[in-house]
Structures are given as C-alpha cells and as structure tokens.
C-alpha cells in the first residue's frame, strides 16, 4: 500500500505562483496531478508515467503549470503560474506502482490518491 500526502496548496491572487508537493511512501512509477472543483467531475491535470517520460498536461493548464518529479525521491511538484480563479480546486496527487499504458490521463488508471491540497485563487 502507497500513500500519498499533497501540500502546498493555499489561498493566491489571480495572476500569482504555488507549487504543490506530493510524497509517496513507496515507488510510484505513474504519477500525475488532478483537480476538482465543487460541484465539478475530478478533471485531468498533468501526468509522468514514469521518470524521464513524456509530460502530458491538460489544456487548460498547459503552458502555465510545470511539473518537476524526482524519481529516486518519490516525490512530485507542481509549479502553478497566472493562476486564475478558475484553478479554483481540490489538487489531487495519483500514482501507481507500476507503469500506466494509457495516457494516465484518467482516474481509473491509478490506484493510489491522496487526500487532497486545496488550491485557492481570488480574482
């Protein structure tokens, strides 16, 4: 069993930075990111399948958002820039211990989350 603790998350201005942290307790080949606003479905952030791959990000986050893994650490970053009222959101850190064959791009490819960061933008 892996766990996963998130933190970092907080309340920011629109326009402004925050940078995620998640931890595993154990090896996560796939990671990723995903969030979720009230009264929204839990939406695809950014994935790693394994360290060294390809870094796929979703759309609405491409360009502002960076992620930074550290394999050997088990750990995982996300760096949020002009941020919008509309990152508004739980941030939820996923991974597997073994390799995703998909995009990792969905919730139902990974087995372990945790419990949440909550992610604040005022406009």
């Known amino acids: 069993q892996v766990q996963l603790v998130e933190s970092g998350g907080g309340l920011v201005r629109a326009g402004g930075s925050l940078r995620l942290s998640c931890v595993a307790s154990g090896r996560t080949l796939s990671m990723g990111w995903f969030r979720q606003a009230p009264g929204k479905e839990r939406e695809f952030v950014v994935s790693?399948?394994?360290?060294?791959?390809?870094?796929v990000y979703g759309n609405s986050v491409k360009g502002r958002f960076t992620l930074f893994r550290d394999s050997a650490k088990n750990t995982m970053d996300l760096q949020m820039s002009d941020l919008k009222p509309e990152d508004s959101a739980v941030y939820y850190c996923?991974?597997?211990?073994?390799?995703?064959?998909?995009?990792?791009?969905?919730?139902?490819?990974?087995?372990?989350w945790g419990q949440g960061t909550q992610v604040t933008v005022s406009s």
């Open positions: 996923a991974g597997n211990e073994g390799l995703i064959y998909g995009p990792g791009t969905r919730e139902g490819e990974y087995h372990y």
């Open positions: 790693n399948r394994w360290g060294g791959g390809p870094i």
